[in-house]
């Protein structure tokens, strides 16, 4: 793609990917889904998990904020979201939410040497799953100083992977 060095879209799907799939809870918003999948894009995680009525490709208001990373990044859509969590953890996959709960993990304290991990992100209001949370093997909760103490879920997306690859440990393939 000429001066600014990017993958075509062929290329994007061949290219290494950090071990991280994304999970997307009961989510209302398409432009969060959209936003979703162009930051797995840009990050180049392994997949994105559509659960319940979580809206899915092809829709206009998707690839309005996707703009053509429904076609670089995998995904799949899920009845529910643990059929998504269960289908993750049986391919070896460690489940964490991203969630402000009791015992979490400060998102700056997180570990993460490129094990197989998938992140779940819930609800716009009412956020993950309580049945989820119960599964997990555990919480990411972002710091936030601010007097609202909530980040809009392509936000917080964004913020989660990008800390989780800024250090790089991509797979090789």
Known sequence: MGELERLSADEMKRTAKHRIIVIMDDIRSMHNVGSAFRTGDAFAIEAIYLCGYTP???????HKTALGATETVAWKHFETTMAAVQDAKTAGYKI??????????????????????????????????????QMADGCIEIPQFGSKHSLNIAVSMGVVVWEMVRTPHIAQQ
């Open 56 to 62: 899915t490709p092809p829709h206009r208001d998707i």
């Open 96 to 133: 964490y939410a991203v969630e402000q709960a009791h015992n979490s993990t400060m998102l700056q304290n997180l570990a993460w040497n490129n094990e197989p991990i998938a992140l779940v992100f819930g609800n716009e209001v009412t956020g993950v799953n309580e049945e989820v949370m």
